[in-house]
């Protein structure tokens, strides 16, 4: 009913309200300073999808451990952020879609969620919106977020004291993947106060184009820390190592058995056009090694869980289920593994943390096929392979992603050394590009925290940049 009436009242054409959107700003406050008045941090956290749901969780960990107050988290999130507190709007499988044409079969939902967060979003009062990836979801949000609290929250609100909340978005658009990319950033800075940056070269160029931007270092490098934390041992370097004869004794693998990991997606829709193709790989190499092991990783969306059970059953070789979730048993997973088969690109820089040669395959609707050849501007999407301009890691894509391509690559990445010492050389040094710069290590307000050393990680460094943000008048 409040969003209803929201929208009804930004419809009429009364001009005589034209003053109140000029006169509204976003408050020059840092929010630390708005809950120091209210006795409590209220923060409105978005994500869509798994990989969004282990940054936000992190995030939400590190706001708890260096707020002077109390926290309250209401949002859209996975089972990683509802352990750490979220309130949740809906679940978040319901706007997990990735892809153009993808979308349309499920956009009557996706608008019925989109309404229902920025209803909550304002029934919430936050002080801060953060939302992380997503960006066809996160950027309508925050955009309408914006257009309708400017009316609302000047007509109505203002008087109560109340204040419309700093925005801040994690992980920046590939803007620098796409024809036109970096031009659309300017259209960023109407509802996008400021933007945390993976990638080392993102941050200049966000700037430049008047969008205020932190590089933070890539979040996947705290699953060094989570997991030798674990293990209750100082992590060395930038690598995991996983306990390959633990996993194999649990599991019944033999010693001997060429073990592949399979990692098809964190989305539905990714899962079920990659799953089969990765089935129809695994049958033309079944023949090729005497004991061939199958490991699919499973990520922790129910969607995603039921449709890979059901798949295992029909499975060419022995097939082992890893849930998802756990840093620890996924890494275990791949220490033992030969080679991992991919989708996508970012995946690549775990299988680099684990020192693991991989394959990137990927596959879409033809329409979005079509689109990605049109638009692309860069020949690769693995991270690794971008920031070398490089093709370390071997890719199979688009209409070169078939059983009989992937399951050739594969062949020439298990048996010949020279690849594998190839990507596990790369690995540091692109894992070392990742890392949070030292200029951003050094910051007062970090130093004021008194950090240890491992402390100083993506998330506990968005953390600290949350809680002292203020955007300038």
């Given amino acids: 009913m409040l969003f209803r009436t929201m929208w009804n009242f930004k419809g009429r054409s009364n001009v005589g309200f034209s003053w109140l959107v000029r006169s509204f700003s976003v408050s020059s406050k840092a929010p630390i300073d708005m809950a120091a008045k209210d006795g409590e941090l209220r923060v409105f956290i978005v994500s869509g999808e798994v990989s969004g749901d282990t940054i936000g969780s992190r995030l939400m960990a590190s706001l708890k451990g260096i707020s ?31 892809g153009i044409w993808e979308l349309l079969p499920h956009l009557n939902k996706f608008r019925m969620r989109l309404n229902e967060a920025i209803e909550a979003a304002f029934l919430f009062h936050p002080h801060v919106v953060v939302t992380v990836d997503s960006k066809g979801f996160s950027f ?15 007509a109505r609100y203002k008087h109560q004291g109340l204040v419309s909340p700093i925005h801040h978005h994690f992980v920046a658009p590939s803007f620098w993947a796409w024809k036109g990319g970096e031009a659309r950033l300017k259209g960023l800075t109407e509802f996008v106060d400021h933007i945390f940056c993976i990638l080392p070269y993102e941050e200049e160029v966000c700037r430049s184009n008047g969008l205020a931007a932190t590089f933070v270092g890539h979040p996947i490098l705290e699953d060094v820390l989570e997991l030798n934390l674990e293990k209750h041992t100082l992590p060395s370097g930038r690598k995991v190592q996983g306990n390959c004869e633990d996993f194999l004794s649990r599991h019944g693998i033999g010693s001997g058995a060429t073990v592949i990991s399979l990692l098809p997606g964190s989305r539905l829709q990714e899962v079920t056009r990659m799953l089969p193709i990765f089935s129809n790989t695994v049958e033309l ?9 199958t490991i699919i990783h499973v990520a922790p969306n129910q969607h995603v869980k039921d449709y890979i059970n059901r798949t295992a059953y029909n499975w060419p070789v022995s097939v082992k289920l890893i849930p998802g979730g756990s840093p620890h048993l996924k890494y275990d997973a791949l220490s033992a593994s030969r080679v991992a088969l991919c989708t996508s690109g970012t995946v690549a820089v775990e299988m680099q943390l684990a020192r693991i040669p991989c394959l990137v395959a990927y596959r879409a609707h033809f329409l979005t096929e079509w689109f990605i050849r049109w638009k692309a501007k860069i020949p690769y999407i693995s991270i690794p392979n971008i920031l070398l301009d490089s093709a370390i890691i071997p890719e199979a894509l688009l209409q070169a992603c078939t059983p009989a391509k992937l399951a050739s690559l594969l062949m020439e990445l298990i048996l010949d050394e020279g690849l594998r010492e190839k990507q596990i050389l790369a690995a540091e040094k692109v894992l070392a590009l ?35 943000y203020a955007k300038p008048r």
């Fill in 434 to 468: 990742l890392s949070p710069p030292q200029k951003i290590i050094n910051n007062p307000a970090l130093q004021d925290l008194r950090l240890k050393s491992l402390d100083y990680t993506p998330s506990m460094i968005a953390a600290s940049t949350i809680l002292h």
């Fill in 285 to 293: 190499l079944k023949n090729s090694f005497s004991e061939l092991t």
């Fill in 140 to 154: 309508r949000f925050l955009k309408q977020l914006r257009e309708t609290g400017e009316i609302l929250f000047a």
């Fill in 68 to 98: 002077p107050f109390p926290i309250r988290f209401s949002g859209v999130g996975g089972s990683m952020m509802f352990k750490q507190g979220l309130k949740p709007v809906f679940p978040m499988e319901d706007i997990a879609v990735m």
